[in-house]
C-alpha cells in the first residue's frame, strides 16, 4: 500500500515525510470498509429486490408462477475470498430474505378472491323498512324469469278485477289483482291529467292463454326466435297479475319499438315510479333481463321500491334485488 501518495484527506506529502498516525488510521479505516461493502452487497440484493416489489404492490415471479429472472451480469460480484468470509453471515439474510418472499407469495394470492367477492353487490332492496318475498306469487316483489319460473306454474291470482281505466282489450286480459288495478287506476287517472292518453293493452294471462301464445310464436319464428319475443307458459309476469301492457289508443306502435317515442311510454318511464311501477325490459338489459327493450310493460314492485330503483339508476330487478342475470332458459 502507498503510504506516501497524494489523497484527498491528507495534505501534500513532501519527499523525505513519513505518513502521521492519523492519516494511516484512516486509511485503515477506509480500507475496512470497502471491504464491508464488497461483503455485504451479495446478501443485501436479493433482499432489496424483494422489499421493492412488496413496496410496489407488484406480485413476484414466484407469486404469479412464472420463473424468476437471473440476476443481472457482475450484480454483487465479489472475490472468492470476500465471499468466503461473508458466507456465514449471509445464511441468516438469505433465510430472511427467503421468508420475506413466501410470505409475500402467500400474501399476495389472496387479494384477488377479495376483489372478486366485493365486485357482487348485496340486495339494494334490504335498505327498505318492508321486504317481501321475491317467490311467492303473491307478492308484489316476486321474480318471474327465465330462470325462476312460477311455482305453482298453473298460478291463478285469487283477487283479479277490471281496473277503471280505458281498455284496449277485453275478457281475462283487462284484469289485473287489486292492489296493480288500484295503483294503474292512479297512474292512467294523472297522465290523463297531463294530457297524455293511456290504455290498458294487455293485462293478466293466465297458464293456457300463455301456452296459446308461446306455441303461436314458435309456429311462426321458430322456438330459439319465440324465447327472445315470449314467455314460456309458467314463466310469464302477465300470469302474476302484477304486470300489463300499455297503448296510448292508436296501433301504429303497438307493441313495437317505435313505442318508445309514444307520449304515453315517454310518460310512464318519467312517472310510473310515483304508483310503484317499473319498465320492467329496460333499453339493453335483455342480457340480464332475457327480453329485448319493451317500453310497454310495466311492473307493479311498490312506490317505495321503484322510486328507490329511480334514484339509485338501477334498472332492473335481478339487479336491484341482487339475483343473477337470466338471459336464456336452463
Known sequence: MCY??????????????????????????AAAGLSALAACTPALAP????TTSAASGTASPAASGEASSPVPSGSGSTSTGASARTSGAASPTSSASAA???SASATAPSAAPTTTAAAA??????????QYSLTAPASPWVIVNKHRPLKPAS????DL?????????????????????????????????????????????SYATQTVTYNGYVSSQGRAAADTASARPGHSEHQTGWAFDIGDG??????????????????AKANGHRFGFVVRYPFTQHTITGYFYESWHLRYVGAEAATDMRKRGIATLEQYFGLEAAPGYR
Open 4 to 29: 506516501n501518495c497524494p489523497s484527498e484527506p491528507f495534505a501534500e506529502a513532501r519527499p523525505g515525510d513519513r505518513p502521521s498516525r492519523r492519516a494511516v488510521a484512516r486509511l485503515l479505516m
Open 47 to 50: 433482499e432489496a429486490s424483494g
Open 100 to 102: 420475506s418472499s413466501a
Open 121 to 130: 353487490p348485496p340486495s339494494a332492496a334490504s335498505r327498505l323498512p318492508k
Open 155 to 158: 298460478y291463478v291470482p285469487a
Open 161 to 205: 278485477v277490471q281496473p277503471r281505466v280505458a281498455l284496449a282489450v277485453t275478457g281475462e286480459a283487462a284484469q289485473l289483482n287489486r292492489t296493480t288495478a288500484a295503483a294503474a287506476e292512479r297512474m292512467f287517472a294523472a297522465a290523463a291529467a297531463d294530457g297524455v292518453t293511456m290504455t290498458l293493452a294487455s293485462g293478466y294471462r
Open 250 to 267: 292508436g296501433a301504429a306502435c303497438s307493441f313495437q319499438p317505435c313505442f318508445a317515442e309514444q307520449p304515453a311510454a315517454v310518460w
